[in-house]
């Protein structure tokens, strides 16, 4: 469903008595009142420090003190948020906390809403907005009875800010952010039998509304560009495979760009390498990275960057039937290269294989970033707390890790080395597609790595991050929509002119 969760500012209100809105008010450890709400307090006609102490509030983090028909005010109720300290408070603390306050309106049924807020930096205020939205997403579309009678979908909120001008500059900048990674969660949601590659690849059209230029291949186009890996995973499934091309030119146009490149398997069956049946409906988030590169594009539109951008997507579907590719077969990449196929679910990697070479060749990139749920074994090495990732290049390598420890879409950087190119050695080809039982996720990124030659690269193994994750603050989404966020702080801080 659409986000009905409406956010906007105002300027301090010079009285409150008359509100009927509910009323927010945020204190800090110590029960600290911030800003105008002392003044709030003084209209009630009740001493804080008296009430406080009897409901034994102290303004941690998440306390929530609750007035219930206050004397002297419209307004039913006059709810106090503890924010813990704020000075020590992180932006992804305030994300968390929007978060929070977002589930306890939603759980008293609120929906119209004033948080007094004037003593929040614009900056802090933006990622609370933030949190509230990521965590009021719901994706609930094909639900014909809604059963959670507690909550309420339409909720508005006004900020009360000192200045208005900063704090809606701030929060639209957030929001385009917040934007990108709900697309991603929506496509990660939907059932396979909606979003096919060809129903993907209009997702990806539909950004040339936000001024990115998109082109789609068909697969009859990419059977003349001789891109045998990537068409060989689709070969098995009634739906075409497509390859979609985003490009946003916000920089100097004599300016080599930056690339994204995303796996977008829609549903992975394991091809005839079958995989067991158990968990196998979760194989149509086996498009995590596209969905990533996706939401990206939309953010990157939306704040209007300063910066030079392709992103590619491998939109396939991996089917087994009577036309689908074998273990056993030897097929030939669009670099060349020939990779003789040992297990048809390691099929990622060959979409990959194209669309990297294919990125490389046309665009000429400074550096191209691949993401993919490309293998359990990442997920054997790191759980769900970290995603994978592989690099040729320290610098790239060291600014990813920067900006996952600033997101909180956190990155470990896994090895690469000489050594595990033999474990992927074919007897009958240039490669093979599996390098047997250990460093699965190693030997995955060194076959990625023979497709993007001297370009300075980076591979993101996110299996793990991309979906079925626990539920936190800003999240209960089956996906939540990891890296985008991450990206976009990537080029924020290190990309743009």
């Known amino acids: 469903m659409k986000n009905q969760l409406v956010i906007k500012n105002s300027k301090i209100l010079s009285s409150y008595s008359k509100i009927t809105k509910n009323i927010v008010i945020l204190t800090s450890s110590g029960t600290k009142l911030l800003g105008a709400g002392k003044d709030l307090f003084d209209v009630i006609g009740v001493s804080y420090k008296k009430t406080s102490k009897a409901a034994n509030f102290t303004g941690k983090k998440g306390q929530m003190l609750d007035l219930l028909t206050p004397n002297n005010i419209e307004a039913n109720r006059v709810l106090i948020f503890g924010i813990g300290e704020e000075k020590s408070k992180s932006p992804k603390d305030f994300s968390k906390l929007g978060g929070a306050i977002i589930h306890q309106l939603i759980s008293l049924k609120q929906e119209d809403v004033i948080i007094i807020s004037d003593e929040i930096e614009p900056a802090s205020l933006a990622k609370m907005a933030a949190g509230m939205k990521l965590r009021h997403y719901k994706f609930d ?91 060989a995973v689709g070969q098995g499934s009634v739906r075409p495979s497509r390859l979609a091309i985003m490009r946003w030119n916000g920089g100097k146009k004599d300016k080599a760009p930056i690339a994204f490149v995303g796996k977008g398997v829609v549903f992975d069956t394991g091809g005839i390498s079958i995989k067991p049946a158990g968990s196998m409906e979760d194989m149509k988030g086996d498009m995590g990275g596209a969905a990533a590169v996706i939401g990206l594009m939309k953010t990157i539109a939306l704040r209007k960057a300063k910066t030079n951008i392709v992103a590619v997507l491998g939109l396939v579907e991996n089917m087994p039937d009577g036309n689908a590719y074998r273990p056993g077969d030897i097929i030939t990449s669009m670099s060349g290269q020939t990779i003789e196929v040992i ?38 090495g790191l759980g769900q707390e970290y995603a994978g990732l592989f690099s040729n290049n320290d610098k790239l390598s060291d600014n990813l890790f920067a900006a996952g420890q600033k997101t909180k879409e956190k990155l470990w950087r896994m090895p690469l080395s000489k050594e595990y190119d033999k474990l992927i050695d074919s007897r009958f080809a240039d490669m093979k597609n599996t390098g047997g039982r250990y460093g699965g996720a190693i030997t995955a990124a060194q076959f990625l790595q023979r497709f993007v030659k001297d370009t300075a690269w980076a591979h993101l193994d996110i299996a793990g991050t991309a979906f079925a994750v626990k539920s936190d603050e800003t999240n209960t989404s089956w996906a939540p929509g990891f890296g985008v966020a991450l990206l976009n702080r990537l080029v924020l801080d290190n990309y743009e002119e």
């Open 141 to 231: 579309k094909y639900k014909t009875k809604k059963s959670d009678k507690k909550r309420s979908d339409k909720l508005s909120i006004t900020f009360q800010v000192e200045n208005k001008l900063a704090a809606d500059k701030a929060i639209k900048a957030e929001m385009a952010i917040v934007e990108g990674t709900i697309l991603a969660r929506d496509l990660m949601n939907e059932p396979p039998n909606i979003l096919g590659p060809v129903e993907f690849a209009k997702q990806a059209s539909d950004l040339s509304k936000l001024g990115v230029e998109v082109e789609i291949l068909t697969d009859k186009e990419m059977k003349k560009l001789k891109m045998g890996a990537l068409l």
């Open 343 to 380: 297990n048809t679910d390691a099929e990622g990697r060959l979409v990959l294989a194209d669309a990297l070479w294919y990125t490389n060749e046309r665009f000429k990139p400074k550096l191209m970033i691949n993401l993919a749920t490309l293998t359990g074994a990442i997920m054997v």
